[in-house]
Structures are given as structure tokens and as C-alpha cells.
């Protein structure tokens, strides 16, 4: 039983530019959550995905957006990209409102030069 | 959602019971205590929860106060494998997201 698949695993990306993440929820669940880890910190909450609607949202700017898919995958959209952004993005999937089950991916890698 | 504290870091010898406290003295009464751990460039890993009751399972045991105030993760017989960053995290089940700390660096020694 797969668990939970992020794409791509490291990402180089110029200031500026637009990133898009990817996530594939562990077999069973339907909701997504999205996380930033800088180096040194333990994760922010960035989103969470339910029905394919943005069910509730951190302290991060609109540069930062989602989508969720029929399929309960989901897209993490970040725009005009800044150094800061650097960071590794987790992804985490479970089950309805309960949360039941949350489970965490391996994470993006993003460098922003 | 309550906050935590936890020490920085910690060693602890291998084959020796690895003892990871957390203050949660803001918790209410229906947040449950959470335990997760990240080994280094790894997604956090879950392993236990409880709401006032001592629990255990494969991995550890979770042992919180009567008040519910602080908790103690015990690992009972660590492992090199077991060198990670531990997270104490306090949510209500149904709460959206999980707040994370800066946990605690624990270095298990040879």
C-alpha cells in the first residue's frame, strides 16, 4: 500500500519564477494538507484540501494557492517565487474531518536561487 | 490549539529507555497529546497519541499526567535508528491542522 507520493523529490527554481508541487494521498484518504519546513523549524501549516475546496488556510500569502483533484490528488501553486521560499514542502493526507490516520510524504526539496 | 515545550535536545545511550518530556499545561480538555518524529530529510512520522490514558504500542509509550499537563514520550530501548527530531504536538481530533514546535533533537550515542 503505497503512502503518501510527493513530485518532484528536489526542485531548483530562479527568484521570480512559478513552482508547482505535486501529491498523491495515501490509498483511502480524500484530504490534503500542505506544510512548509525551513531548515532548522518544524513544519507551518500552509492548507488543507477537502472535497476539492480549500477547507482552511495558514498564515501564508496568496502567492501561495492549491487545487485538489477528483481524485484527491493535489497541486501546491506557488508564485513570483523569493528566496525565503526555500524550504522543504510536506505534504500530508487523511481521512475525512477526523483526521484520522494523518500521514506525512517525504517532502519537496525547494531551493530558490 | 494549545502550545508545547520541549527540551532542545537530548542524548541518550543505545540499548537505554530514551525519556522525552513535553509541557503542555495550556491543553484542553478535549486536545489529545501527539508524538511525531522526523529523521533527518524524511516527512514526520506519527507515533502515538492519547487523551488522558497511558498508551503503548510497537514503537513507544505514551505516559501523560493526571492534570493532563505535561506528557512523556518513552522510547524502551533506543536505537541508532531511533536519532530523529520529536515532536509534541497537542490538537483536538478533529482540528485541521497540527501546530509544530521546534521539538526535541534526540542523539542516540553508540
Known amino acids: 500500500d503505497a503512502g503518501v507520493t510527493q513530485s518532484p523529490t528536489h526542485l531548483i527554481k530562479t527568484r521570480g519564477q512559478q513552482v508547482t508541487l505535486r501529491c498523491s494521498p495515501k490509498?483511502?484518504?480524500?484530504?490534503v494538507s500542505w506544510y512548509q519546513q525551513a531548515l532548522g523549524q518544524g513544519p507551518q501549516f500552509i492548507f488543507q484540501?477537502?472535497?476539492?475546496?480549500?477547507?482552511q488556510r495558514g498564515n501564508f500569502p496568496d502567492r501561495f494557492s492549491g487545487h485538489q483533484f477528483p481524485n484527491y490528488s493535489s497541486e501546491l501553486n506557488v508564485n513570483a517565487l523569493l528566496l525565503g521560499d526555500s524550504a522543504l514542502y510536506l505534504c500530508?493526507?487523511?481521512?475525512?474531518?477526523?483526521?484520522?490516520?494523518?500521514?506525512f510524504g517525504s517532502g519537496t526539496r525547494l531551493t530558490v536561487v | 490549539d494549545a502550545k508545547t515545550t520541549q527540551p532542545t535536545s537530548m542524548d541518550c545511550a543505545e540499548g537505554r529507555a530514551a525519556n522525552l518530556p513535553c509541557n503542555h499545561s495550556?491543553?484542553?480538555?478535549?486536545?489529545?497529546v501527539y508524538w511525531y518524529r522526523q529523521i533527518h530529510s524524511q516527512g514526520p512520522q506519527y507515533i502515538i497519541h492519547?487523551?488522558?490514558n497511558n498508551e503503548t504500542n510497537e514503537m513507544a509509550s505514551l505516559i501523560i499526567t493526571e492534570d493532563r499537563k505535561s506528557s512523556t514520550l518513552i522510547l524502551p530501548h533506543a536505537t541508532l535508528r531511533d536519532t530523529a527530531v520529536y515532536y509534541c504536538?497537542?490538537?483536538?481530533?478533529?482540528?485541521?491542522?497540527?501546530?509544530f514546535g521546534t521539538g526535541t533533537s534526540l542523539t542516540v550515542i553508540p
Open positions: 500530508a493526507s487523511s481521512w475525512d474531518s477526523t483526521n484520522y490516520g494523518y500521514t
Open positions: 490509498s483511502g484518504h480524500d484530504t
Open positions: 484540501y477537502y472535497e476539492e475546496e480549500e477547507r
Open positions: 495550556t491543553i484542553s480538555g478535549n486536545e489529545y
Open positions: 492519547g487523551l488522558k
Open positions: 504536538i497537542v490538537r483536538a481530533h478533529t482540528g485541521n491542522q497540527f501546530y
